[in-house]
């Protein structure tokens, strides 16, 4: 867990990566007169990064951005740092220094972006000591303290949350998620528990209960707690996180090629929510928040649930089951009826929930929805731009909840052929209601099917799983923290 990002010292870096919005703002002395000469004539065939190779090191110009966007600026940064990243590791380099006269924002978004490119996942191959990246130390200039320890926080745990759901099912199991959340929570320092499979019977969480049926492995409902003494908040925020590590659909089974496949995935949102706890508490950000993962695998057993079956759930109410592969939507519900324990502030769940929600927006967002105060969304939507995790708000209106009307029970767990993103939410939302029918807590529903996994290489969001979500909620609860 050692630190990829420091503040330049005294120290002279042979190899630099200097921001400028023009090179006639390039400090004197950085760069002689030819390389000057030949960094404008570069940049005038319309490039935006110039490489130098010196004898003694390498250098890279970058020219900002004159977007007046400030996010765009930050994105398109990002994207120029993953091209100067693989130049870095194809060359050996080890420690990279970042300058230039530019925000300072704007060069953490740069160093970000180089971190976030030089993420590997090498676990399973054989020669992985040949493959590993050279960069070890992204060096930056004229930032704050507070601003190294929390870009290292949010660049480890995407980092983290992308490791989790590249992970296959013959090691991430349910138990084994749960055993690594312990680990981290020892240390890190947040609070875990974990329930097995008897306390989960106990508690009649139903949906968790009908999924895992299938399964040879046992379910696990982990909880996660950061709660630091200075925390702004009386109240929990609490996150829910799809924690299914395999789908095949269950009986209800999935076509292949190109959709079993790569169902690995489908626990990215509890990977967020894992990343996201253990970015606040590595940033020690004085927040209090809660992580809820229930997990399990989902698979076709002759002891497997099928449709047509009804579902006794936590919060009491029964489910007609149409479709085993909507399944996310089983555990999740039990997890959203947990939280009302808790009290909470808000509740946010993340969820590989929908192909409805891909093929509406494709890999450009996450989709949101819910029926918390439209500020919540609309910071969230702020978040979403700053870290280029972008949101986009559906309605939530009563009226698709008429599709998960059923004939023998309280709900079923489909609505109709359309809007398939909206009515998996609204199913959701009758598990956030207390036992009169009204709301119990704020909620918000964030589908991250489309943006969660990558099956191209990406710029600086890699190949396989992007761990979207963490950086979005990070920013989201630093702001939260700013406010008060």
């Given at each position: ?68 966007r400030a996010y765009m600026n930050k ?130 969480m139903g949906g968790l209960l009908a ?274």
């Open positions: 867990m050692s630190n990829l990002f420091h503040k330049t010292g005294t120290d002279n870096y042979p190899n630099q990566i200097i921001l400028c919005e023009s090179v006639d703002a390039i400090p004197d002395g950085v760069l002689s007169d030819a390389e000057k000469s030949f960094v404008a004539d570069q940049l005038g065939e319309k490039k935006s990064t110039v490489h130098l190779n010196r004898l003694t090191g390498q250098v890279f110009v970058y020219q900002v951005s004159a977007d007046s994105e398109k940064a990002r994207i120029a740092a993953a091209q100067v990243c693989n130049s870095l590791n194809g060359l050996g380099v080890e420690e990279v220094a970042i300058y230039g006269s530019v925000d300072a924002y704007l060069r953490l978004a740069f160093a970000e972006g180089v971190g976030m490119t030089n993420y590997q996942f090498l676990k399973y191959f054989s020669d992985q000591d040949k493959r590993k990246n050279s960069l070890k130390s992204i060096a930056i200039d004229g930032v704050e303290d507070n601003d190294i320890v929390e870009l290292n926080a949010v660049v480890w745990a995407n980092g983290l949350a992308r490791t989790f759901v590249n992970e296959p099912l013959s090691y991430l199991t349910a138990e084994q998620y749960a055993h690594d959340i312990m680990d981290l929570g020892d240390d890190l320092g947040f609070k875990v528990e974990v329930f097995n499979k008897a306390k989960i019977q106990s508690m009649k999924v895992n049926m299938g399964s040879p492995n046992p379910p696990t409902f982990s909880t996660m707690e950061w709660k630091p003494e200075n925390a702004v908040n009386a109240e929990p925020y609490i996150l829910v996180g799809k924690g299914v590590v395999y789908d095949t659909g269950g009986l209800s089974l999935k076509p292949t090629p190109n959709s079993m496949d790569y169902m690995k995935s489908d626990m990215g949102g509890s990977a967020a929510v894992v990343g996201t706890i253990c970015a606040l508490t590595k940033a020690k950000l004085p927040i209090w928040v809660i992580g809820l993962v229930p997990a399990t695998e989902n698979r076709p057993d002759g002891n497997a649930y099928a449709p047509g079956d009804v579902i006794h759930m936590h919060n009491g109410m029964t489910v007609e089951v149409l479709n085993t592969d909507a399944e996310g939507r089983m555990i999740l519900a039990d997890a959203l009826s947990y939280a009302r324990k808790f009290n909470p502030k808000l509740v946010i769940d993340l969820a590989t929930l929908t192909g409805a929600a891909a093929r509406a927006i494709g890999d450009q967002a996450m989709i949101s929805m819910g029926n918390a105060d439209q500020t919540y969304q609309d910071e969230l939507i702020q978040s979403g731009y700053e870290t280029y995790e972008r949101v986009v708000q559906f309605p939530f209106w009563d009226e698709y909840a008429d599709q998960m009307k059923s004939h023998i029970a309280d709900i079923k767990n489909i609505g109709g052929p359309e809007a398939g993103m909206i009515t998996a939410g609204k199913f959701l939302e009758y598990f956030t209601k207390d036992d009169d029918g009204n709301s119990a807590y704020p909620y918000i529903h964030l589908d991250i099917a489309g943006p969660a996994y990558n099956h191209t290489n990406k710029n600086y969001r890699g190949i396989e799983g992007t761990g979207v979500g963490v950086r979005m909620l990070f920013d989201f609860f630093k702001r939260t923290v700013e406010k008060g």
